[in-house]
């Protein structure tokens, strides 16, 4: 289903997610000069650059308008909307700040489209239709293909209306450059004589100054074509920067998703650092249990050792007080 804005005989379609609306680097410009508004757009801006934005609902395809914070408003119907989103519905009436262009609000599907060539199936029982509904059939498609010629003409008479200014400026141009190339002619054949005062009544300062009258519109309409060349120049370069915009910011996306991504394997590697820490000094802990406990076994066998010897040498006191006495006694 695709959307679109009229105004002036012009349609603007919309973005199939989001529409920008402003007086520069938006989707839709809206050029003040071209209601003719004498004063500055600088001193006074009736369009911020950046106004209100149009956005596609991808759950059920509606079309919402929200303003940015602009100076002047934006209305829906003539009624001022805030901060919040307004749902648009079809042949709604929209206006920017002070611009008293109206834009109406156009949604159209894929088969309102296709529906003037679309060809219904015939049905094998239809015998029995009348020749009334053929010629129904008939009037719906000429009304149908009368409606898209009138559309075509009122499209051309709005461009007819837009270059007649500029046709009339080349036609009295024409008109003077003949006047002006007589005059020389009639100069260098001799017939008007060389010393002859060019003042305010004479023909060539008459021409001189239609020509400059005529000359201030040509100068406008050339301004406006160089304006409308710039206006085009500067909305490819917006267009080349919001592409970069995007691939920077999925690159940035991604650039973001490997940080965290390392982040977590960073903290994986401290946790498993941690862990293998406190299983050394548990391992040391232990260690140094065993060796006091290897130093105890071996002080108790060294006792044990001297013990030994010393109750030995009793032994052998006592064996040797057993001789001595049985040798007394014999």
Same mark, same amino acid.
């Given at each position: 289903?695709s ?7 012009w ?19 809206? #050029?003040v ?9 600088q001193?006074n @801006?009736s ?5 209100a ?5 991808? +759950?059920?395809?509606s ?6 914070n602009? +100076? ?5 119907n003539?009624?001022?909307i ?21 834009y109406?609000?156009?949604?159209m599907? @894929? ?9 219904y199936? !015939? ?12 010629h129904q059939?008939?009037?719906t498609?000429?009304?149908?293909e ?6 075509l ?6 461009d007819?209306?837009?270059?007649? @200014?500029?046709?009339a400026i080349?036609?009295q ?13 009639? !100069? ?7 010393s ?6 004479? @023909?060539?300062?008459q021409?001189?100054?239609e /020509? ?10 050339h #301004?406006?074509?160089k304006?409308?060349q710039q206006?085009?120049?500067?909305? +490819? ?18 650039l973001?998703s490997e940080?965290d991504?390392?982040?977590l394997?960073v903290e ?17 802990k232990?260690m140094?249990?065993l ?7 071996e002080?108790s ?8 010897q ?6 052998s006191?006592?064996?040797?007080? !057993?001789s001595v006495?049985? /040798?007394?006694?014999?």
């Amino acid at each position: 289903m695709s959307a679109f804005l009229q105004a002036l005989g012009w349609v603007y379609p919309l973005s199939p997610k989001l529409t920008t609306i402003g007086q520069s680097g938006c989707d839709i410009i809206i #050029d003040v000069s071209e209601h003719k508004v004498l004063i500055s757009v600088q001193q006074n @801006p009736s369009v911020d650059e950046q106004h209100a934005v149009i956005e596609r609902s991808e +759950k059920d395809n509606s079309m919402t308008i929200r303003d940015l914070n602009s +100076k002047k408003g934006t209305y829906v119907n003539n009624v001022l909307i805030e901060k919040s989103s307004v749902l648009l519905k079809p042949r709604d009436k929209l206006r920017f700040g002070c611009s008293p262009t109206v834009y109406e609000f156009e949604m159209m599907s @894929p088969t309102d489209k296709h529906s003037l060539n679309r060809k219904y199936p !015939l049905d094998t029982n239809a015998h029995q239709s009348t020749e009334s509904g053929r010629h129904q059939e008939k009037v719906t498609s000429n009304n149908s293909e009368l409606d898209t010629k009138d559309q075509l003409i009122s499209r051309l008479q709005n461009d007819l209306n837009r270059l007649s @200014p500029l046709e009339a400026i080349s036609a009295q141009k024409d008109i003077l450059i003949r006047r002006l190339q007589q005059q020389v002619t009639q !100069l260098s054949a001799g017939k008007i004589p060389r010393s002859f005062p060019l003042t305010q009544e004479s @023909p060539s300062s008459q021409t001189g100054q239609e /020509c400059e009258h005529l000359e201030i519109p040509f100068v406008k309409a050339h #301004d406006n074509s160089k304006y409308l060349q710039q206006t085009e120049a500067h909305e +490819k370069e917006m267009t080349g920067i919001r592409q970069k915009y995007k691939a920077t910011e999925i690159r940035c996306d991604t650039l973001n998703s490997e940080l965290d991504r390392t982040k977590l394997e960073v903290e994986k590697l401290k946790q498993a650092l941690d862990e293998k820490q406190s299983f050394e000094e548990k391992w040391h802990k232990e260690m140094e249990e065993l060796k006091s406990t290897v130093t105890s076994l071996e002080r108790s066998e060294r006792n044990a050792k001297l013990d030994k010897q010393e109750t030995v040498s009793q032994v052998s006191f006592f064996h040797l007080l !057993l001789s001595v006495s049985s /040798c007394f006694f014999l």
